[in-house]
């Protein structure tokens, strides 16, 4: 039996927000597990409720949570550590670039 998969992108940019439930369903996601996401302070909409908008750089943060949960079987708690530590890193990563100090 063939079976085919459809991968669709989603492109934010500032000017353009998805409610709640659009934005789960670009995440793949249940619209109950970007609340969870809120809830824990991982991922913080643009506008609060009712009207929950949320754009690209929270897109991309949900699916960075989802494939750091299957890569390593994490918690949200887990994950909250990784997330914090991967973004200090990247903030280091640009003093760095900023510094002249770029590592190859």
Same mark, same amino acid.
């Given at each position: 039996?063939?079976?085919?998969?459809?991968?669709?992108?989603?492109?934010?940019? %500032?000017?353009? @927000?998805?409610?709640?439930? *659009?934005? *789960?369903?670009?995440?793949?996601?249940? *619209? %109950?597990f970007?609340?969870?996401?809120?809830?824990?302070?991982?991922?913080q909409?643009? !506008?609060?409720?009712?009207?929950? #908008?949320?754009?690209?750089?929270?897109? $991309?943060r949900? @699916?960075?949570? #989802?494939?750091?949960?299957? $890569?390593?079987? !994490?918690?949200?708690?887990?994950?909250?550590?990784?997330?914090?530590?991967?973004?200090?890193?990247? @903030?280091?990563? $640009?003093?760095?670039? #900023?510094?002249?100090?770029? *590592?190859p």
């Amino acid at each position: 039996m063939n079976t085919t998969t459809v991968t669709l992108g989603v492109c934010l940019v %500032d000017e353009h @927000r998805l409610d709640l439930d *659009a934005f *789960a369903a670009a995440c793949g996601t249940p *619209a %109950d597990f970007v609340r969870l996401l809120v809830d824990e302070g991982l991922v913080q909409p643009a !506008a609060e409720q009712p009207g929950w #908008r949320f754009g690209g750089e929270e897109l $991309a943060r949900v @699916r960075r949570i #989802r494939r750091l949960q299957q $890569a390593f079987e !994490a918690n949200l708690q887990s994950v909250a550590v990784m997330l914090d530590l991967l973004d200090e890193i990247e @903030r280091l990563r $640009a003093q760095l670039r #900023r510094a002249g100090l770029d *590592a190859p």
